[in-house]
């Protein structure tokens, strides 16, 4: 393995190990995207081992987002569980027939999901930041210490 392989597999473990929940749900998506798009392209090359193999690890990414989720959260953890379970039934049967449609469609509903996932922990993570601002006057005196 090269140095610089070698320093991005590193750069990436401690990316993974030091990222909030919701930047990992985007990195997890962004990785089963990836992976589906490379099987897209190696079906295109009659690579149907390649594909096989890249459409079991998008799957597999999409298991760890379904076994991370809160099934006590209520309906709307079930519903994020069967909408995952549905894109990995996209993938087992583009893999099983060997088709580019199932992968297609999954990969727009994935960019989609991963999207709004994106979307909404930027969202908090802006209403936590200004919720913390400390408040301040207009003259500024909540910044000097006037006792001495």
């Known amino acids: 393995m090269s140095s610089s392989a070698s320093n991005l597999g590193a750069y990436t473990k ?4 030091t990222a909030s929940q919701g930047k990992l ?3 997890l998506f962004n990785g089963a995207i990836k992976r589906a798009e490379e099987a897209k392209r190696q079906l295109e090359h009659g690579s149907t081992e390649a594909v096989h ?16 989720l809160n099934m006590k959260a209520g309906p709307i953890a079930r519903d994020l569980d069967r909408l995952y379970e549905y894109f990995q039934h996209l993938l087992i049967q583009s893999n099983i027939n060997k088709s580019v449609d199932g ?37 500024g005196a909540a910044m000097l210490n006037l006792q001495g």
């Not at 193999?53 to 991370?68: S, V």
């Not at 960019?111 to 802006?126: G, I, V």
């Open 14 to 17: 401690v990316d993974v190990e």
């Open 25 to 27: 749900i985007v990195m």
């Open 53 to 68: 193999n890249n459409l079991i690890r998008a799957q597999d990414i999409l298991a760890e987002l379904r076994g991370a």
């Open 103 to 139: 992968i297609t469609e999954c990969v727009e509903l994935m960019t989609d999901m991963r999207d709004t996932w994106h979307e909404l922990f930027e969202t908090l993570a802006k209403e936590k930041s200004s919720a913390k601002a400390p408040a301040i006057n207009q003259h």
